[in-house]
């Protein structure tokens, strides 16, 4: 069968699913099975009986809502392939504007950067740093025993290829006294939390999934966001910058926690690709000290 005919069958499938973006999605799949880009799958050979067979499974799972780089096994995030499944977070396209920003961040020092990339996850900010930044020291902190496979798999596969090697610690990002051999030394800190409120309903392939705990983030969603802002205030070197990304509800709440925190300057808010809110960023105070609380903040632009 002709992967153009396959492919269209299967798109029908998928937006009969609730499937957003199910042409690219089957294209995708199709790439997948036949072992070529997809900007190729025009060019390709059709699907032998196989082939077909192994396609059409794709799909039937794939319209049952599990995730398209579970099946695949791999998710893009910048100039990377990482390994991905069960256990971990799925990075989003939107994450990749964090990364931007620290690696930006991390040019402007003069010597060799310090990064720190709190819920690591599958490793992809701290990866891309390291890719990006190859000066850099990177250091990647997750505690879920899942996820840690995955950050140490893409680490490990990373490393092998060239990169420089990030490392990993195991800890809990809202212990008080996380990296204590690194406070007051950290040029650049980012962090993705898990921040979705309780009470909002997610897709079902983040509901069956992402990982509950990568996912959610107390009531509000900023039970994790809370400790992160308190305990990056205490990493960072004077000067040194954090970028935290938020739900986009809390575009106002996760500025004001950093502005009344009171050891923070420059506090600002970005918006991803579609105008939402989506992290929030903000400098440690060059003298150190802890100034009144409320300081003034501003809506920036990713």
Do not use: K
Not at 3 to 8: C, E, G, K, N, Q
Not at 148 to 172: S, Y
Not at 195 to 208: I, Q, T
Request: one cysteine or more.
């Amino acid at each position: 069968m002709r992967p153009s005919r396959a492919v269209s069958g299967a798109a029908r499938r998928l937006a009969d699913a609730g499937v957003d973006a199910a042409r690219a999605e089957a294209e995708q799949l199709a790439a997948y099975v036949l072992g070529v880009p997809r900007g190729r799958l025009a060019l390709a050979d059709g699907f032998d009986p196989d082939q077909l067979r192994r396609f059409d499974e794709l799909v039937a799972r794939r319209a049952d809502r599990e995730p398209l780089q579970h099946l695949t096994g791999t998710a893009g995030f910048r100039h990377l392939e990482l390994a991905v499944g069960p256990g971990v977070f799925v990075p989003r396209p939107e994450t990749e504007l964090l990364a931007g920003w620290g690696v930006a961040r991390g040019l402007e020092v003069v010597d060799r950067p310090l990064v720190v990339d709190l819920c690591s996850g599958s490793g992809a900010i701290a990866l891309a740093v390291a890719q990006e930044l190859p000066g850099a020291r990177v250091v990647a902190v997750e505690r879920s025993p899942e996820a840690l496979r995955w950050l140490r798999r893409n680490a490990t596969d990373r490393a092998a290829a060239g990169d420089r090697p990030v490392e990993v610690v195991v800890a809990d990002v809202t212990d008080p006294e996380l990296l204590a051999d690194l406070a007051g030394r950290v040029d650049v800190l980012l962090c993705n939390p898990p921040y979705v409120p309780r009470s909002v309903v997610v897709p079902p392939e983040v509901a069956g999934h992402d990982p509950d705990e990568a996912v959610f983030g107390g009531a509000d969603g900023l039970a994790v966001i809370g400790p992160v802002v308190r305990r990056a205030a205490e990493l960072l070197r004077p000067g040194g910058v954090l970028g935290i990304e938020h739900d986009d509800t809390h575009g106002t709440a996760v500025p004001e926690l950093l502005a009344a925190d009171g050891r923070f300057t420059a506090v600002a808010e970005h918006h991803d690709l579609a105008g939402r809110p989506r992290f929030a960023t903000a400098s440690r105070r060059p003298d150190g000290d802890r100034a009144d609380a409320g300081t003034a903040w501003q809506t920036g632009s990713s």
